[in-house]
């Protein structure tokens, strides 16, 4: 059984005040969730990755299409028992410090006295908040408010999670942290399901990714299989030598970018061959620096499927009248 389900959706809102026209936020998205695996969900800011979340939260509700959790539709008690949450760009009781608020929250689970206390202040260690979380939140940075937020979603222990931006705010050390965590949760058999446009964290954490675009999924699977991890080329730095007197073409040499102390990037095609590049380099008098593969990367992907989507001319989302 899938962790998640979701089949055709779509969602239409109405926009504009005199003569309000449907415009299609999502439209036929189709994505299947196994357990116990870290699911990126990708795509520009506007690509609909917020609405998604919200339907599987059910705080909008879908135009078209199904959505199954752990087998179940989303609004099942026992499936919201089960799950966590962490929205973008999270609000919380500014007078309450961060134990307040968590004990509030595990009590809304029904965690009694002392495992609630005890629960919340493991999950503040593992977040970060130390002294602080005596204080009151109004006096919290956006990047402490994305940590306390982390917290209450993991505060049931649940079984599937829903992170909606979960590095907005933080510095490079709380990325860390957040990264760190996340494998946690996989390890621990919880299923990690996390929107974002932070392509190098999905890179680092992700087994499978869909891409949205424009409210429509232009690519899904393993990272792997959408990257194949190509080989665009190699990189060849030398010194010693005058690249430009270097039979360039013969050698499938792209481009010679001069760098500092003499040296000089050879950018070398993918059928290339490095070693009789690096010998010819030698009978010069030069030297080699260094070599280095250059591959297809998710950031080269995505942008790639974001371009072909919008010369598709896929990007208008107003439906047509009448």
């Not at 879908?62 to 929205?87: C, E, M, Y």
């Not at 390890?187 to 190098?200: E, K, M, N």
């Not at 429509?216 to 194949?228: E, F, K, N, P, W």
């Not at 690249?243 to 050879?266: E, F, I, K, M, Q």
């Given at each position: 059984m899938a962790a998640i389900d979701i089949d055709g959706l779509t969602k239409d809102y109405l926009v504009g005040f005199w003569r309000p026209r449907p415009y299609r936020a999502l439209d036929g998205?189709?994505?299947?969730?196994?357990?116990?695996?870290?699911?990126?969900?990708?795509?520009?800011?506007?690509?609909?990755?917020?609405?998604?979340?919200?339907?599987?939260?059910?705080?909008?509700?879908?135009?078209?299409?199904?959505?199954?959790?752990?087998?179940?539709?989303?609004?099942?008690?026992?499936?919201?028992?089960?799950?966590?949450?962490?929205?973008?760009?999270?609000?919380?009781?500014?007078?309450?410090?961060?134990?307040?608020?968590?004990?509030?929250?595990?009590?809304?689970?029904?965690?009694?006295?002392?495992?609630?206390?005890?629960?919340?202040?493991?999950?503040?260690?593992?977040?970060?908040?130390?002294?602080?979380?005596?204080?009151?939140?109004?006096?919290?940075?956006?990047?402490?408010?994305?940590?306390?937020?982390?917290?209450?979603?993991?505060?049931?222990?649940?079984?599937?999670?829903?992170?909606?931006?979960?590095?907005?705010?933080?510095?490079?050390?709380?990325?860390?942290?957040?990264?760190?965590?996340?494998?946690?949760?996989?390890?621990?058999?919880?299923?990690?399901?996390?929107?974002?446009?932070?392509?190098?964290?999905?890179?680092?954490?992700?087994?499978?990714?869909?891409?949205?675009?424009?409210?429509?999924?232009?690519?899904?699977?393993?990272?792997?299989?959408?990257?194949?991890?190509?080989?665009?080329?190699?990189?060849?730095?030398?010194?010693?030598?005058?690249?430009?007197?270097?039979?360039?073409?013969?050698?499938?040499?792209?481009?010679?970018?001069?760098?500092?102390?003499?040296?000089?990037?050879?950018?070398?095609?993918?059928?290339?061959?490095?070693?009789?590049?690096?010998?010819?380099?030698?009978?010069?008098?030069?030297?080699?620096?260094?070599?280095?593969?250059?591959?297809?990367?998710?950031?080269?992907?995505?942008?790639?499927?974001?371009?072909?989507?919008?010369?598709?001319?896929?990007?208008?989302?107003?439906?047509?009248?009448?």
């Open positions: 998205v189709t994505l299947r969730v196994e357990a116990n695996e870290v699911f990126g969900f990708l795509g520009p800011n506007g690509a609909g990755k917020t609405t998604t979340l919200k339907l599987l939260m059910q705080l909008v509700y879908p135009t078209a299409g199904t959505i199954r959790i752990l087998g179940k539709p989303p609004g099942d008690l026992g499936v919201r028992r089960r799950i966590g949450f962490l929205p973008e760009a999270p609000y919380f009781y500014d007078y309450l410090t961060a134990e307040e608020f968590l004990g509030y929250v595990a009590g809304l689970f029904g965690i009694r006295e002392p495992e609630r206390r005890t629960r919340v202040g493991s999950l503040l260690d593992r977040v970060g908040i130390g002294a602080e979380r005596r204080l009151p939140m109004r006096r919290f940075s956006k990047g402490m408010l994305q940590r306390v937020g982390l917290a209450q979603a993991l505060v049931n222990d649940p079984d599937v999670v829903f992170l909606d931006e979960p590095m907005s705010g933080l510095d490079p050390i709380g990325r860390r942290d957040v990264r760190a965590l996340i494998l946690e949760l996989r390890d621990r058999g919880c299923t990690v399901f996390f929107s974002s446009h932070i392509l190098s964290d999905a890179e680092a954490l992700c087994s499978r990714a869909g891409i949205l675009v424009a409210g429509r999924m232009v690519a899904s699977g393993r990272i792997a299989d959408m990257l194949a991890f190509q080989l665009a080329g190699w990189e060849l730095v030398v010194s010693g030598v005058d690249a430009a007197a270097l039979p360039l073409s013969d050698l499938h040499v792209r481009r010679v970018t001069p760098l500092a102390d003499g040296r000089h990037a050879l950018d070398l095609e993918p059928d290339a061959d490095p070693e009789r590049v690096i010998a010819e380099c030698r009978s010069r008098g030069g030297r080699t620096v260094s070599l280095n593969p250059l591959r297809t990367t998710l950031e080269d992907f995505f942008v790639e499927q974001v371009a072909a989507t919008q010369a598709a001319g896929q990007a208008g989302r107003f439906m047509p009248e009448g």
